[in-house]
């Protein structure tokens, strides 16, 4: 999965950067309101992670923006703005959830994975489909219940095909899941990991459509 972290303390942000990237998150940091509009508006991301006192542009108004683009991403506001008054105005503005600072960093997570869940339509702790089981908060996987060890980069790109099941992800897309900016990316990246995985799975948990991309069939 993909991250937009935007937080303009170096201390904040290193520290946020380090343990999302460490629970295998691809993470691009940005510093002020108008890199984080540039950064949404030439990437796809799956949750973004916005502080509200920023330069250049308030998190509020790049959180507005975001959603009169009627853009679903999920947004999870972290900020020093404690007053309840500030609260209700990110949740009004169209924030998912709010956390004050200074916040747990295992607390951040756990939020993290509760909007990926929710965002994939996901009700329980774990993606399951088909027999095949991913939890982000253990970092366990398991296919029919016995548990296999995937690496960091073969989960990275098993994990959102398998949070939405008959949903094709084209080569650009799977790359964008396990890249950050600062990446580099080989040619054949995805079908090394996607080889991985089905080594690891079964020949049939990631099925190639022709000309298209990657899926995880629904049945």
Partial sequence: MRLLLVEDDTMIGE?????????????DWVRDGAMADTALASQDYDLMLLDLGLPRRDGLQVLRALRARKSTL???????????????????????????????????????????RRGAGQAGP????NGV???????????QGAPVSLSAREWAVLEPMLARPGVVFSRAQLEEKLFSWKDEVSSNAVEVYIHGVRKKLGADVIQTVRGLGYLVPRS
């Fill in 15 to 27: 520290a946020v950067l380090e343990a999302l990237r460490g629970a295998h998150y691809a993470v």
């Fill in 74 to 116: 999920p947004v999870l506001v972290a900020t020093a703005r404690d007053a309840v008054g500030d609260r209700i105005a990110g949740l009004d503005a169209g924030a998912d959830d709010y956390v004050v600072k200074p916040y747990d960093i295992d607390e951040l997570q756990a939020r993290i994975r509760a909007l990926l």
């Fill in 126 to 129: 774990a993606f399951e489909h």
């Fill in 133 to 143: 089981s991913l939890n982000p908060a253990t970092r366990e996987a398991s296919v």
